[in-house]
């Protein structure tokens, strides 16, 4: 079994520099002891940089989004091969906040083979709005999946990560926290769509993250219901209770 990932998403915080470099310190120290856990922190564009001169040979970096495009004249979108060579090697692609203001599938899908081009790892970002009682939420899940790994390949599919976030459970306007057992069925529900169109073994190698609400308090009963890793919003902005989530993945 691969290593358990936890990937801290900062989305549009903190206010200024001097606290971003304060902050992934802090990350840096609250994830010392933390032996067989892969560790992500995506801050904001502008803070790669900063992060990547502090010392630590643990964490790696990921950004929150990249753009479809190769490069030219798309004023405000950042690349796959710009995130690249500031040394990130993790990208957030279709995260539930982007999809919002316009990514659909289709751009997803072209983002994630734009970020593979750049050796980056999309960390896929899948989940239903709302779950209602006919089960049509799987289906919206199967046909994100489909959708947005259209033409990656089994070998490219070593290289992806999906994170399972239902939108209702994400940030602080959440109705609720996903139940340990809700994310176990989605799992296998994941599975067997990544089964359908890559094979069995492709479905298995995949690790599928939990995202929503994860707090110190929750983390252990998704990774007892085989979560295999976190992505984190809001409590990746503490330092300690990230290095909590991260200790639960040990
Ligand atoms: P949250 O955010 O942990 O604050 O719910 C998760 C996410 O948006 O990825």
Request: charged share 25%; aromatic share 6%.
């Amino acid at each position: 079994m691969s290593k358990r990932l936890v990937i801290g998403n900062w989305k549009m915080n903190p206010k200024s520099l001097k606290e971003a470099e304060a902050l992934f310190k802090g990350i840096v120290t609250a994830s010392k002891d933390s032996k067989n856990v892969d560790i992500v922190v995506c801050p904001p564009y502008p803070f790669l940089t900063t992060a990547k001169k502090v010392p630590n040979k643990k964490i790696k970096l990921g950004a929150q989004d990249t753009s479809e495009m190769l490069e030219g004249s798309y004023t405000s979108q950042v690349s796959s091969s710009m995130i690249s060579s500031l040394g990130a090697t993790y990208v957030i692609i279709g995260h539930s906040e982007r999809r919002s203001i316009g990514d659909t599938d289709e751009i997803v899908n072209k983002k994630i083979l734009q970020a593979l081009k750049s050796k980056l790892i999309p960390v896929v970002c899948i989940g239903e709005n709302v779950r209602d009682t006919h089960g049509d939420y799987l289906a919206l899940v199967k046909y994100q999946l489909i959708d947005c790994l259209k033409n990656v390949s089994k070998l490219q599919m070593k290289n992806i990560v999906i994170a399972y976030e239902p939108v209702w459970a994400i940030g602080s306007h959440a109705t609720r926290v996903a139940t340990p057992e809700e994310f176990t069925e989605m799992k296998i529900f994941i599975r067997k769509v990544l089964s359908d169109i890559f094979d069995s073994k492709v479905a298995h190698a995949t690790r599928v993250l939990y995202g929503g609400s994860v707090n110190p308090q929750n983390a252990q009963a998704f990774v007892d219901a085989t979560a295999d890793g976190f992505l984190v919003g809001r409590d990746s902005l503490n330092p300690k209770k990230f290095g909590a989530i991260i200790a639960v993945c040990k």
